[in-house]
């Protein structure tokens, strides 16, 4: 069995504006999925259209950011986790620029499938912060400059940690957790000091061996709701809405089973959450809310589920789900959640996030396949390209190029010439 929740798994949102063909978070810009880049390559190959690859020290499961002509990308320098970097890469020709390391002494358990620094690194332009679990939260600035290291404690679990940071305005938000400490907290960006703090007694659990199974590895997301922008995050058991400014709880919905692994997903007044380990999904309808009431359900799918862990996207009235298990995808209505796809397979399990791209969308196996598939009620696959690499991670789409993080490389897919 694999359990774990991969960083691909788990960031979305980020509601700050940034310049046309940055990708500065898990997921993009919006921290949803979303490109609105439509010039990118719809072909390659391990050899084809690869404008190159960069060596990595070991495998891991974090998704690059993209900046104008720097990529950061978070990286356990030995797979034991004692050396945890963020590093600067030239996006004109794949060199390290800087490396900056982290070291952990402590014990910090994690499943297999599960690499050390899994959580994917987010950017303003001006700073990068990155999540390295027990060994603290680390901001830097553009030339490697270490600005604050955050010590939020120690995070056991025996199948790790991956949830990403999210920015909003000032602030960083994050999912701490899960294991014997869980909780959401927000720092000021600029010097990493505390600004609030919401413990969540529903997701502790050290989960020792023999213990229940429970705990969410999801990044919350920015989503407006009624006029008001909202911090949504899953839980076990409950899908809950925040103030990002204050860290107060506004509603729960309850519904989840006890592992969570996908982000929420939101378009308008719907909102779609999704257990992991072939557990609950639902839909709510977020439009009560303005009546004072809690979100109404929409549909809720009890059993029978596909194991999620990568998170979905929504395009117009329906939600696409690439799976983990048994390696299906899905189209779901959002009013009714009937799977107009009668989940078709599409190669190997699907642990990085889909992709909406120029009304089409790409999903990634671990086999290292990328699928182009047309959006709509009609299942059609329209290409696949292989790089014969695990992955696990999410690509970055940034000015006409695509970047995909194996468990060997980070490759630039690029139809340029090269220089």
């Not at 690859?53 to 950011?65: A, N, T």
């Not at 050290?206 to 995050?233: F, N, R």
């Not at 997903?265 to 009560?288: D, K, P, Q, R, Y």
Request: net charge positive.
């Amino acid at each position: 069995m694999r359990f774990f929740a991969v960083p691909f798994l788990f960031m979305l949102t980020m509601t700050l504006a940034s310049p046309a063909g940055n990708w500065p978070a898990f997921r993009g810009p919006g921290g949803n999925g979303a490109c609105q880049e439509t010039a990118i390559p719809w072909k390659w190959s391990a050899t084809e259209n690869v404008r190159w690859k960069l060596k990595l020290p070991s495998p891991g499961s974090s998704s690059p950011i993209v900046w104008e002509d720097k990529i950061f990308l978070t990286q356990s320098i030995d797979k034991k986790g004692m050396q945890r970097a963020v590093l600067c890469i030239d996006r004109k020709h794949g060199k390290v620029l800087w490396e900056k390391v982290t070291p952990f002494q402590g014990n910090e358990p994690t499943h297999g499938t599960n690499p050390y620094c899994s959580a994917t690194p987010v950017t303003d332009g001006k700073l990068v912060i990155a999540s390295h679990g027990s060994a603290g939260v680390v901001c830097y600035d553009f030339e490697g400059n270490q600005l604050w290291k955050k010590d939020l404690g120690s995070f056991i679990h025996i199948w790790g940690n991956a949830s990403s940071p999210v920015l909003y305005k000032n602030l960083v938000l994050l999912n701490c957790g899960p294991g014997t400490q869980t909780f959401l907290i927000a720092m000021e960006k600029e010097t990493g000091k505390e600004v609030w703090r919401a413990e969540e007694t529903g997701g502790k659990a050290a989960l020792e061996k023999g213990q229940e199974w429970i705990g969410s590895w999801s990044t919350p997301i920015i989503h407006k709701v009624q006029g008001k922008d909202q911090l949504l995050m899953s839980w076990p058991n409950a899908v809950k809405g925040y103030d990002p400014l204050t860290g107060k709880c506004l509603w729960t919905a309850e519904g989840l089973t006890k592992l969570v692994y996908t982000s929420p997903i939101a378009s308008g007044n719907t909102l779609v959450a999704m257990s992991g380990f072939h557990g609950s999904a639902m839909a709510l309808n977020l439009e009560t809310l303005a009546q004072g009431e809690k979100p109404t359900r929409l549909w809720h799918h009890k059993t029978q589920n596909p194991q999620r862990i990568g998170s979905g996207i929504i395009s117009g009235n329906h939600c696409y789900m690439a799976n983990a298990g048994p390696g299906t995808v899905q189209c779901l209505d959002l009013k009714t959640g009937e799977d107009l796809w009668k989940s078709q397979r599409l190669g190997g399990s699907h642990w990085a996030s889909t992709l909406l791209v120029d009304g089409k969308l790409l999903a990634t196996d671990q086999a290292g396949d990328t699928y182009i598939v047309a959006v709509g009620p009609e299942f059609k696959i329209l290409g696949k390209n292989s790089l014969r690499e695990h992955t696990d991670a999410t690509p970055a789409i940034s000015n006409g190029e695509i970047f995909i993080r194996t468990f060997q490389h980070l490759y630039c897919i690029s139809s340029r010439p090269k220089e």
